[in-house]
């Protein structure tokens, strides 16, 4: 999937991953690849400044901690971030599902 | 110090370069950064590439700076935007209460004030409210996640701007009209020398973080000419 059609759903895409629990930025890449069978074509280095404006607006709160000599900034969805994500999955499934009955092939003139 | 750690450190050094705004957030993106390619490193490193390409793949992977550095700038304006707008928020209606209180134990003036100089204290009143109440809707902006940071933090920029210039001149003037019984020569009451002087640091502290604010907006613009950062 291209970076393009990636971009607008990147911020939900995040909070899904942290539904499961606390991840640090690198973490939360490699879950991202997993969870899409690795066809999320983004650039890794995009996560980082997303991770800093949903912590912005408080829907995921960042702590650090030293983790093998590495620094580490691990982050939690909040309780607001777990409403967002709801919101985000009610817009996206009555997205897809206006999308899939206009693109569907017409039935044909009768 | 080997070549793989090299291209790994010129890639975040170049992110360094291309990005401004206020240094302790600066620092910690790019500390995040930095060890995140160090995971990356290590996770293509355990894939079976020896460490020069498994840094090239790394970086790689990261993206160009040109396409990282303005979603990483939007997000340093936006600090920045939050720092100056409560600045504003705090600063001018402490200002406002701590000349009030002068006024009103007759620290200050030994005279009542004359109509001119009470209509211009009343301006300094109504425009410090205005600029603290307008600094709280920009200040509660900056918890959008709406690409808009730019812009919210250019118009706190000039909300400081406006304060500072306009509290601070209509002080003048009304300074200028008190008439004071020891004459401008003479020695300045104590209390007045205190909120002076505290309200000279503070006209330090607004025109400096206006400056920063104004900078980071027009960073945050430079950098939505390179590649505009509508992720998210």
Known sequence: MKPDAVRGHLDGLILAVLEDGPRHGYAIIEALQARSGGRLDLPTGTVYPALRRLERAALV?????????????????????????????ADWTEFSAVVDAVLRPAAGPA | MTAAPDLVAAHVAELDRALRGPAAAKRSMLTEVRHGLADAVADHRERGLDERRA????????????????LMQE???????????????VVFPAELLAWDVLWWTGHGWSQPPTTQVMALARAVD?????????????????????????????????????GVAGCGGLSVVMNLLSSHPAGPAGPVPPAVGVVGAATLVVVVLVTRSAVRALRSARAARGSDQGAHPKVG
Request: no cysteine; aromatic share 4%; charged share 15%.
């Open chain 1, 61 to 89: 709160s960042g702590t650090w901690s030293t983790v093998g000599g590495r620094e580490r900034r691990t982050y939690t969805l909040t309780r607001a971030g777990r409403h967002a994500l709801a919101g985000q999955r």
């Open chain 2, 126 to 162: 109504a425009l410090s409210v205005l600029v603290a109440a307008t600094a709280l809707v920009l200040l509660l902006a900056t918890f959008r996640r709406a690409p808009l940071p730019g812009r919210v933090t250019g118009a706190t920029g000039l909300l400081a701007v406006l």
């Open chain 2, 75 to 89: 997000e340093l304006t936006a600090r920045q935007g939050r720092r100056t707008a409560l600045l504003l928020a």
């Open chain 2, 55 to 70: 840094a090239a793949a790394a970086v790689h992977d990261f993206g160009p700076v040109h396409a990282v550095a303005p």
